[in-house]
């Protein structure tokens, strides 16, 4: 096995000549440390079968069943597919997901820790997947706006993300916004968490789930978030992975956010998607630590 890993302050380990098949709770372990460490880790060279793509999520914790039963593997629950392939002849999953910045399951009281994406199909052109280091964000926030996120929470709401299904057809829109805030209803978390393995804090917003930071008015939710996602998403921040055949990706929610890029139109594109729960809390809640002087002035 060689493991490649990234330059001071960037992101992303590289395992290469790594056999995920036979993977001892040593090499779990190992694995899972450098995840916690460079916060996103690339497989090279990888051709896992479904169940072997699921034994190496269950030696590396518990695979996740996603709440929705559209985005499941007809075979095999605990793949989320995302593509826009039929597997012998029928619609698998649910195509086009995840292209704007978000963490995995923030809209839930139990958010994913970790994310492992296995592309079966990619587009003719080119596919990419984005990433911003939430941490590096944080420590990078100018004043006035961390006096908005230290010590407060994040409203996340995931209701206009949800893709109607075929049993949506002929139900109004009104009623499946009802059905879809009762499923899943808006939730807080702190806005700044600390990572319960490295003690280190990230700021945990995106602008695809979270609708304001609690107690704030909609006029000055709208100025700060605004001015929050401009700044998280700016393009220094950005890490491009783009996939090669072969390629399986392991990331750590607690830290980064991401985003699908586009499949360019008439391309084929397909991808096994498992959340996995390491075991650990997602965030312990930091006490407030920004400069008492900081007082929110935005205009
Ligand atoms: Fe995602």
Redesign the pocket.
Known sequence: MIINVPAEGAIGVEFLEVDLRTVTPEIAALIKDQVYRHKLAVFRGQTLSKTEYIELARALGRPQIYFQKNYHHPDHPEIFVSSNVPENGRKVGVSGT?RYW?S?YQFDPEPLPL?MLYPQVLPSSKRETYYIDMRRVYEALPADLLAYVDATRAIHDAKWRYKVTADDIDRAVVDILAEVARMVPPIAHPAVIEHPVTGRRALYISSGFSAGIEGLSHEENKRVMDRLFAFIEQEAHVHVHTWKEGDILLWDNRTLI?RASDTPAGERSSSYRIGIYDGFPFYTAPSRVSVPEAVPCLA
């Open positions: 995840g978000h995995d994310t991401h």
